[in-house]
């Protein structure tokens, strides 16, 4: 009898313990690191000041890209907030005029992000927590365009910049594999504006109305 109340007491000190550990834990501060592989394709490409008909050669790529996050678990509602700040590196594409003359225009477009995302959770008393939410923001795309003539051989290169209202939704999953520490994989589309090659001498250019990304998104956070 006395050993049934012995373990019935060591139960319920460590039930207790665990509760509010788990209480302890359930909200606060997080920073974490983020790595990104996108495959990206661009909406509604068009060319401007074209003497002949347009032929997209390539409107999609696989890219990579880096960042950082800054959030905050409530602990009185199932929500996290957060501030995204990343880097995308090159996105390919390429676009011909038929001419007179023939003209290849070849773009590399970089771009700088800065999101606001919005998580609801789905807790539990396990280590995975399921989430989704949706982001919005500001992206900046810096195109490195090549316009080459391929009658005369002659190019010329210049870069444009332009900024962008981005937006997404995204879900994923929470893993708690340590104490503070934990890796999240998502997955998130993103839609992040316009991409341009501005105007050269001639008053031509490319652009595309939308830059859609696929992203999968794997980080590692470290909660306060």
């Known amino acids: 009898m006395m050993r049934s109340i012995c373990l019935c007491a060591i139960i319920v000190i460590l039930l207790s313990n665990h509760t509010a550990a788990a209480e302890d834990g359930a909200g606060g501060f997080y920073i974490g690191i983020r790595a990104i592989g996108t495959a990206a394709e661009l909406g509604s490409v068009d060319g401007q000041g074209f003497t002949g008909s347009k032929s997209v050669q390539n409107d999609s790529d696989l890219t990579i890209g880096a960042g950082a996050v800054v959030g905050y678990r409530w602990s009185d509602i199932p929500l996290r907030t957060e501030i995204e700040g990343g880097y995308r590196f090159r996105f390919d594409f390429d676009v011909q005029d038929s001419g007179p003359p023939i003209i290849d ?20 008393e396990s280590d995975f927590t399921p989430f989704a939410g949706g982001s919005v923001g500001w992206a900046r795309h810096s195109s490195e365009t090549t316009r080459a003539v391929t009658t005369t051989r002659s190019s010329s290169s210049q870069t444009t910049h332009s900024d962008n209202l981005a937006w997404g939704v995204m879900t994923g999953v929470d893993w708690a594999f340590l104490d503070h520490w934990s890796a999240e994989l998502a997955y998130r589309f993103a839609d992040l504006g316009e991409v341009e090659t501005g105007s050269f001498a001639g008053g031509d250019g490319v652009s595309a109305d939308h830059y859609y990304a696929h992203d999968l998104m794997l980080s590692v956070t470290y909660r306060f």
């Not at 225009?105 to 539990?124: C, F, G, H, I, P």
Request: proline residues 0%; without cysteine; negative net charge.
């Open 105 to 124: 225009y070849d773009a590399d477009v970089a771009t700088t992000l800065l999101m606001v995302n919005v998580l609801l959770e789905w807790r539990n």
